[in-house]
Nanobody, 115 residues
Framework: QVQLVESGGGLVQPGGSLRLSCEAS????????IGWYRQAPGEQRELVAA???????TYADSVKGRFTISRSVAKNTVYLQMNSLKPEDTAVYYC?????????WGQGAQVTVSS
């Protein structure tokens, strides 16, 4: 059973930064892709950023230039560095990993951007 454990959420002022971490129970290279989705109240879950086994990255247009996804193979961990945060970035952020036809989710981390 794959486990994804997120950490690093919290409350930050507009313009601030946060880093989310997602530790997987097996190598990040064992997944076709691993990344982050978010869901705001009353909204659909949306892709924020993802990285493939080969290192290719994808970002939502709304976060390009502000968020960066990276990984540590040694720590089985994927990171999401979030800079220049805006109130509209407020959401629950979920780690997601895809392997073949299987998909795995973390428990979610709340990110609130407010003054």
């Amino acid at each position: 059973q794959v486990q994804l454990v997120e950490s690093g959420g919290g409350l930050v002022q507009p313009g601030g930064s946060l880093r989310l971490s997602c530790e997987a129970s097996r190598s990040v290279f064992s997944f076709n892709s691993i990344g982050w989705y978010r869901q705001a109240p009353g909204e659909q879950r949306e892709l924020v950023a993802a990285i493939t086994t080969g290192g290719a990255t994808t970002y939502a247009d709304s976060v390009k230039g502000r968020f960066t996804i990276s990984r540590s193979v040694a720590k089985n961990t994927v990171y999401l560095q979030m800079n220049s945060l805006k109130p509209e970035d407020t959401a629950v952020y979920y780690c997601n990993a895809k392997s073949g036809r299987n998909q795995y989710w973390g428990q979610g981390a709340q990110v609130t951007v407010s003054s």
